[in-house]
């Protein structure tokens, strides 16, 4: 609102040493009574001005004073000392747009409340009331912080307290008011333009090269930071094209024109990548070019590029820090694998040897103690091993047969003569659930056994109800969902969020009860996501206890051809034959037996107890004729001697003087083609490639499985053709074999395709021989 027009007044004579201040300090009367007209021995005959308006708040007798005061250039609030506004200046009227009405008899606190910005917090009205308590408590002026005010101003309040000895009489605040958008700086003058402030402003910066160029991409700008980093002076560079500064591959990929195009498609475009100096030396720049209009014209482009060649160089080499650590990190577990599947491989070696000689009884369950002691101790190994795999991104799930009903019902055999004698099992399996699939039948057995296996773990009396049925199915895809149903312990309701995640256990006391590594869950769930499904946990409702369940997508088989040209294509590509059945293994040590006496193997090994348990192994299939070499070394002497004279090598890795990749390289580079089969306590992923890498034709790991052992040599020793001149560098197995396995299993197939509606009846084509491969142990939680 505008200020009021005054009326005139006559002017008045100043009393000696009295000041405007002092003025406005007389005591006003809150009640004063009826206004009388200004006395005329001081003012004369006066019209009624607009100050009096205000003056039912003055001493009568004092109209000079209220008229100083509502006339001053101050934006000014007289307060009472209970802080309620009693005057307010013309000025304050004016420059807060308000009526004397809107303030006058108000409280301080709630007339700012009213007056600040809606985007202004209510601690800006706290301020200005901690100023005026302030200066009240100190005797002195003091000044608040500022407020922003509905009239797009910032004001800051200068509080002066009028006191008459000890007693308070009134507040004055003095209203000091700036622009809120107001920036006070050197560059802006005066005579100068917010273009040259901000051409100034661009040229003087050194860290950015700022500059412009027109349509075509030429610069027709060059800042002194461009010139630091680029290394052109402005008479150098103005008028050149920008892809100047892009280096060879980048100019052949049309990326200038392309940054170009995409910047006036999308109205800017950032980029990342190595630049050129003049000096040739380049620098890893950030880019940013932004499309220029001017009244709706495209008159350009705006570029700006950092020197990100430090940054980048940090983060090579935490890249580097990083590829370092997993490397030691993959030696370090490679290292241990070895270290500690040695012994494990002579222990549990030794205790088959055992187990196959005439024990008592009591000798038998020692051995069997020790035994089944061991292959725990290697479950923990494999569940470590399997998580450092899964949490590296290193591990990678097959495609072979699985038959799901059969590996289910195989794995609720194997657990059921570990229960509890007050438990019992209940399996079920839905009728439609598919007969065959394809995906990888390891890892769906990894998973069915751990939550099978936790199950019978964890419930010492009732049920454990397995069920698996068909949850989903397309064109190409059946989705499968297992259940795992117990009345065990359950799980606390504050552990379920945690269930999943690695090396968790619900007890940690010294007295736990039940021992683990706290992997199984978590190797499980990774190993569903793996397999295109979840895994889960929910209370078992109907009784104490947990239901676990996971899905698991497979694809489908279409005909019994198809299954056909993927084995042969198998077969062709890696030796990987069509598993068969457990009973295959007897079989296979029977023909092994007939062949044994005629062959004769070199076993390469330098650990004596080694020796002795893999002696013991071969001899217990029949072979007599096993010759020893204690290096990688010997081992290429003795073959070089006798090129013919050796039906098979087994090969250890890690060994002094020559290792076994060395050996099985030199062998290969005398053109010797016996088959040689490494023997390794590695078994990480890729040692099986590596050692093929070296020329070797298969793989056994560490501890040895004497079936794996036995199927691995009827592979290579019960062919009608010599292998040895059959076998060159690189082949993985002897074509006939391989055909005469497949054509073999043939008819097994078939039986197993049409026959699972009874579980107990169903012929397992993957689940005994996959156990066996290599890393098919079972995980327990």
């Given amino acids: 609102?505008?200020?009021?027009?005054?009326?005139?007044?006559?002017?008045?004579?100043?009393?000696?040493?009295?000041?405007?201040?002092?003025?406005?300090?007389?005591?006003?009367?809150?009640?004063?009574?009826?206004?009388?007209?200004?006395?005329?021995?001081?003012?004369?005959?006066?019209?009624?001005?607009?100050?009096?308006?205000?003056?039912?708040?003055?001493?009568?007798?004092?109209?000079?004073?209220?008229?100083?005061?509502?006339?001053?250039p101050l934006a000014l609030l007289e307060l009472s000392p209970s802080c309620c506004i009693t005057r307010a200046s013309a000025r304050f009227l004016s420059d807060w747009r308000l009526s004397a009405d809107q303030c006058i008899g108000h409280q301080l606190h709630l007339f700012l409340e009213k007056q600040i910005h809606p985007s202004t917090s209510i601690s800006q009205v706290h301020a200005v009331i901690d100023a005026i308590d302030d200066a009240i408590s100190a005797r002195a002026e003091r000044t608040s912080k500022p407020i922003n005010t509905n009239h797009e101003a910032a004001c800051r309040a200068r509080v002066l307290p009028v006191f008459n000895g000890h007693q308070l009489l009134a507040i004055t605040l003095e209203w000091q008011e700036r622009p809120t958008a107001l920036i006070e700086s050197e560059l802006v003058k005066p005579g100068l333009s917010t273009d040259e402030a901000f051409r100034i402003l661009v040229q003087a910066l050194k860290d950015y090269a700022i500059f412009l160029l027109d349509t075509t991409g030429h610069i027709a700008t060059w800042n002194t930071g461009a010139e630091l980093l680029k290394g052109y002076t402005r008479d150098e560079i103005i008028g050149k094209h920008f892809s100047v500064f892009y280096g060879k591959d980048d100019l052949e990929a049309g990326k200038p024109d392309m940054e170009l195009a995409i910047c006036l498609r999308e109205g800017r475009v950032e980029d990342e990548g190595w630049r050129y100096k003049k000096d040739g030396t380049r620098f890893w720049a950030n880019v940013i070019i932004t499309a220029v209009y001017k009244h709706g014209l495209h008159v350009g482009f705006g570029k700006v590029t950092r020197d990100l060649t430090e940054r980048k160089a940090s983060e090579s080499r935490l890249i580097t820090a990083y590829e370092e650590s997993e490397k030691l990190k993959s030696d370090f577990l490679a290292n241990m694998s070895h270290e500690i599947r040695t012994p494990m491989h002579g222990m549990l070696s030794a205790c088959s040897l055992l187990l196959d000689t005439d024990l008592t009884v009591r000798q038998r369950d020692i051995a069997n103690i020790m035994d089944e002691s061991g292959k725990v101790l290697?479950?923990?190994?494999?569940?470590?091993?399997?998580?450092?795999?899964?949490?590296?991104?290193?591990?990678?799930?097959?495609?072979?047969?699985?038959?799901?009903?059969?590996?289910?019902?195989?794995?609720?055999?194997?657990?059921?003569?570990?229960?509890?004698?007050?438990?019992?099992?209940?399996?079920?399996?839905?009728?439609?659930?598919?007969?065959?699939?394809?995906?990888?039948?390891?890892?769906?057995?990894?998973?069915?056994?751990?939550?099978?296996?936790?199950?019978?773990?964890?419930?010492?009396?009732?049920?454990?109800?397995?069920?698996?049925?068909?949850?989903?199915?397309?064109?190409?895809?059946?989705?499968?969902?297992?259940?795992?149903?117990?009345?065990?312990?359950?799980?606390?309701?504050?552990?379920?969020?945690?269930?999943?995640?690695?090396?968790?256990q619900f007890d940690v006391t010294t007295t736990k009860r039940y021992k683990?590594?706290?992997?199984?869950?978590?190797?499980?769930?990774?190993?569903?996501?793996?397999?295109?499904?979840?895994?889960?946990?929910?209370?078992?409702?109907?009784?104490?206890?947990?239901?676990?369940?996971?899905?698991?997508?497979?694809?489908?088989?279409?005909?019994?051809?198809?299954?056909?040209?993927?084995?042969?294509?198998?077969?062709?590509?890696?030796?990987?034959?069509?598993?068969?059945?457990?009973?295959?293994?007897?079989?296979l040590q029977a023909e092994l037996a007939k062949v044994a006496s005629t062959r004769t193997l070199l076993l390469v090994e330098d650990n004596v107890i080694n020796q002795k348990v893999m002696l013991g192994?071969?001899?217990?299939?029949?072979?007599?004729?096993?010759?020893?070499?204690?290096?990688?070394?010997?081992?290429?002497?003795?073959?070089?001697?006798?090129?013919?004279?050796?039906?098979?090598?087994?090969?250890?890795?890690?060994?002094?003087?020559?290792?076994?990749?060395?050996?099985?390289?030199?062998?290969?580079?005398?053109?010797?083609?016996?088959?040689?089969?490494?023997?390794?306590?590695?078994?990480?992923?890729?040692?099986?490639?590596?050692?093929?890498?070296?020329?070797?034709?298969?793989?056994?790991?560490?501890?040895?499985?004497?079936?794996?052992?036995?199927?691995?040599?009827?592979?290579?020793?019960?062919?009608?053709?010599?292998?040895?001149?059959?076998?060159?560098?690189?082949?993985?197995?002897?074509?006939?074999?391989?055909?005469?396995?497949?054509?073999?299993?043939?008819a097994l197939l078939e039986k197993n395709l049409n026959k699972v509606q009874?579980?107990?009846?169903?012929?397992?084509?993957?689940?005994?021989?996959?156990k066996e491969q290599p890393g098919a142990e079972s995980v327990s939680g």
């Avoid at 050692?691 to 020793?717: F, H, Q, S």
């Fill in 617 to 746: 192994i071969l001899r217990s299939i029949g072979f007599r004729n096993v010759q020893l070499a204690s290096n990688g070394a010997e081992a290429v002497n003795m073959v070089r001697a006798k090129p013919v004279g050796y039906d098979l090598v087994l090969m250890d890795i890690n060994m002094p003087i020559l290792d076994g990749h060395q050996a099985s390289s030199r062998i290969r580079e005398s053109g010797i083609n016996i088959p040689i089969v490494a023997m390794t306590a590695y078994a990480l992923k890729g040692d099986r490639e590596r050692c093929l890498e070296y020329g070797m034709n298969d793989y056994i790991p560490k501890p040895v499985d004497k079936k794996y052992l036995i199927r691995t040599l009827a592979k290579w020793l019960l062919s009608k053709s010599d292998v040895r001149r059959s076998v060159g560098p690189g082949q993985l197995g002897p074509p006939e074999l391989g055909l005469a396995l497949l054509d073999k299993n043939r």
């Fill in 378 to 504: 290697l479950q923990v190994i494999n569940d470590i091993l399997d998580y450092s795999k899964l949490a590296s991104g290193s591990f990678s799930v097959t495609s072979d047969i699985v038959g799901v009903a059969s590996i289910i019902a195989s794995v609720v055999r194997g657990v059921q003569t570990t229960l509890h004698p007050a438990v019992h099992f209940e399996l079920f399996l839905a009728p439609d659930l598919p007969k065959s699939v394809q995906g990888d039948p390891l890892r769906f057995r990894q998973i069915v056994q751990n939550l099978v296996g936790n199950a019978a773990k964890f419930t010492e009396k009732g049920s454990i109800r397995v069920k698996a049925s068909l949850q989903a199915e397309d064109v190409d895809s059946y989705t499968v969902l297992t259940e795992v149903t117990d009345t065990g312990i359950g799980i606390p309701e504050n552990s379920t969020a945690h269930l999943f995640t690695p090396f968790t």
């Fill in 516 to 587: 683990g590594t706290g992997l199984g869950l978590s190797i499980s769930k990774s190993l569903s996501e793996l397999m295109g499904g979840r895994i889960g946990y929910r209370p078992n409702q109907e009784r104490h206890g947990s239901v676990f369940w996971f899905t698991a997508r497979f694809k489908k088989i279409k005909s019994l051809g198809q299954i056909q040209d993927w084995k042969n294509q198998l077969a062709s590509k890696d030796g990987s034959l069509l598993p068969a059945p457990n009973t295959e293994a007897v079989d």
């Fill in 1 to 72: 609102m505008p200020a009021p027009t005054p009326q005139p007044t006559p002017s008045l004579t100043p009393t000696p040493g009295l000041s405007v201040l002092s003025c406005l300090s007389k005591p006003p009367s809150l009640d004063p009574g009826p206004i009388q007209p200004p006395s005329p021995s001081l003012s004369g005959s006066v019209s009624a001005s607009p100050a009096q308006s205000q003056s039912t708040f003055a001493v009568a007798g004092t109209a000079n004073v209220t008229d100083i005061f509502y006339y001053s």
């Fill in 758 to 770: 009874d579980p107990s009846s169903v012929v397992e084509v993957t689940n005994e021989e996959q």
